[in-house]
């Protein structure tokens, strides 16, 4: 058969309970935090709130209890995570950690990373940022630049990454280097390294996106020296392990629930009668969205099964960044009002504005089809899937 | 029901109409019914496929893997009409008839104005017609007063007065909505006939060479196909889900998502085909023409977006999300439509 399946995963036993655990969390901490709602991972950064979450045992929920884990299943994070998405809460301090170096470094990482590190994480209290690109290398992750030799009883690691997301707030960066010759598949000689970003002597610099917003840094390694305990699995195996870190990367729900606050306020704007154009027009939503989530559950149930469904993944993150900007696009044209940056209007609190919320989605929506991978380049993955090169 | 039982059943149905569909529709092309295919599928007892366990099927998720085999092949051939009427028939009390049967449902239009019922699926070919009227009745008629009439693709598509009694009449029980079910395996033949304007449109990519490379090494065309992937992977995935949740937001769903893949695969395959896949010689259009023919029977992307745009707004917006996951959840809403919830 050419094409692919995305068949519904058995869900386990407990799992609405869990949900409607989450659901009370979720409640009572709005309440309390009066965090704004926003389905956008990206966010908003709140160190309390993930502590609060690891209190919970809601992170590193599928690891294992000896590194601070709780030995749930992948299907179980699932409903947790997209249970915080939905409701809009901020997750954005712990996510990366959560998401792909926690993992990482489970599957790869030393008996001595894992111990130091993983229950930290577990716990909400220590953050990742991700060293993939490079001035030079975007979407042509193989064209890294950054070099690490072999420099006493460590490596010296010279050269820049950027774009790196929270460098500034993070605890650890895994930095993707060159240690050898590319070779003819250009993905031999590279190799991966935990780099202590407020220790080993990086040079960090602030990069403000255009909606003012300081996420991005340039990362600058000027001869940083780190101990040979730092490498990351095996020398020359990082091509392997990167590919599996974006896997991880793109298959969340993250990637389908970015603008769902959104398409709950248009949604509350249509009222319990929409006229039909605009009843339409959610119910195309509604149904991308039923979609999509039963797609996105799918690759959590091939996670759990052990696969590594990378292709799977791609599709969903293709066609779910488009249907995020669809919902926004959606909510602009049905509910006229001229999105405003911040907060200028004057809105506040728990409820901000409608026009703040869309503005926010608009600068914010560039960002969802090139993070995590270009959907041109998760295109190309998919024509791969099906056999094609 | 196993997988191992599941994929036993739609490897039989995808070897049978592999087997029988090219000449059958060369036959129907002729205006003939194929009368061989139909013996040879009801042979194989897999228009019972549907039926709950206990009533001799293997349940609705293996019906709808009979009808994406249907699709994938262009079978032309009542299969989702007789299925899904003789799954309508056990939920009723009623005995199916046997032969291939015809069914009229009521999603847009085509329950014409009472007294006819217009653009009934195989009529002139039928034993009986299974006719879903208003407030779940279900009558059994004899095909009478038949004005034949065609869809894009060719397959019957007839218009049929509504006169004298019925040959039995039966009421459905409130949660199957024969319109719904009928709309899901709509949408499982789509799928299924996505899956081959894939394959087809990949294969050509791979074979045919322009400046000199494959026209799959060209990234356009990687692009398209790739969009055709996801357009038949989401198709799929919601009558999945569908099967699995039996939800009417979910059968709904199904249908919208497929109807809306169609046209976009459809033009996709055609564009990466050129001139050769506008031929009548050429076989794509087997499988687009049923893309554009399905899309708007049953109900269409619209109709459906309607329907679930307005269910949507029920709560307001802070019960959008629970919606949507119990409407995605098997066992929390009393099962939509089909098979081992109904009870005869």
Known sequence: MTGFDFPPPVMPPGVEALRAEVRAFLAQSQAEEGWRPDSDFGSDWSASFSRALGARGWIGMTWPAAYGGHERSALERYVVIEELLAAGAPVYAHWVADRQSGPLLLRFGSEAQRRAILPRIAAGGCYFAIGMSEPDSGSDLASVRTRAVRSGDGWRIDGTKVWTSNAHRSHYMIALCRTGPAGESRHEGLSQFLIDLEGDGVEVNPIVNLAGKHDFNECVFDGVTIPADRLIGREGDGWRQVTGELALERSGPERILSTFHLLAALVEAAGPAPEPRLAEAIGRLVAEFYALRAMSLAVAGRLEAGALPDVEAAIVKDMGTRFEAEVAETLRRAVPLEPVAGDRDGAGGNAPSLASALGASVLGLPSFTLRGGTNEILRSIIARGLGVR | ?344
């Open chain 2, 1 to 344: 029901m196993s997988d191992e039982t599941l994929r036993l059943i739609e490897q039989t149905a995808d070897d049978l109409f592999a087997a029988e569909s090219g000449a059958a529709r060369a036959a129907l092309a002729k205006g003939e019914w194929p009368e061989g295919a139909w013996q040879a599928f009801a042979a194989t007892g897999l228009a019972q496929a549907a039926l709950p366990e206990d009533a001799g099927g293997a349940g609705l998720a293996a019906g709808l893997a009979v009808l994406r085999a249907a699709g994938r092949h262009a079978a032309p051939l009542p299969v989702a009409e007789t299925m899904m009427a003789t799954l309508l028939c056990h939920a009723a009390g009623m005995e199916a008839p046997p032969g291939p049967l015809a069914l009229s449902t009521t999603a847009a239009g085509e329950d014409g104005d009472g007294s006819t019922v217009r653009r009934v699926p195989w009529a002139r070919f039928a034993s009986a017609v299974a006719v879903v009227g208003p407030e779940g009745t279900l009558t059994l008629r004899t095909p009478a007063d038949v004005v034949e009439g065609a869809n894009l693709a060719g397959e019957p598509r007839d218009d049929m007065a509504l006169s004298g009694p019925p040959a039995a009449a039966g009421t459905l029980p409130p949660d199957t909505d024969g319109t719904l079910l009928m709309a899901l395996a709509r949408a499982a033949q789509l799928r299924g006939a996505m899956e081959q304007a894939l394959a087809m449109t990949v294969r050509y990519a791979s074979e045919r060479e322009q400046f000199g490379r494959p026209l799959a090494r060209f990234q356009a065309i990687q692009h398209h196909l790739a969009e055709i992937a996801g357009e038949a992977a989401a198709s799929g995935a919601a009558v999945d889900a569908a099967a699995e949740a039996r939800t009417p937001f979910a059968f709904a769903a199904a249908k919208a998502r497929a109807s809306q893949a169609a046209g976009t695969i459809a033009r996709l395959a055609h564009q990466v085909h050129g001139a050769i896949g506008y031929t009548a010689e050429h076989d794509l259009h087997h499988w687009t023409k049923r893309l554009w023919a399905w899309r708007d029977e049953c109900g269409n992307e619209a109709h459906w977006w309607r329907v679930l745009g307005t269910d949507a707004g029920q709560g307001g917006g802070a019960a959008l999300w629970p919606m949507l996951v119990a409407a995605g959840t098997a066992g929390t809403d009393a099962a939509a439509a089909a098979g081992e919830g109904a009870r005869p």
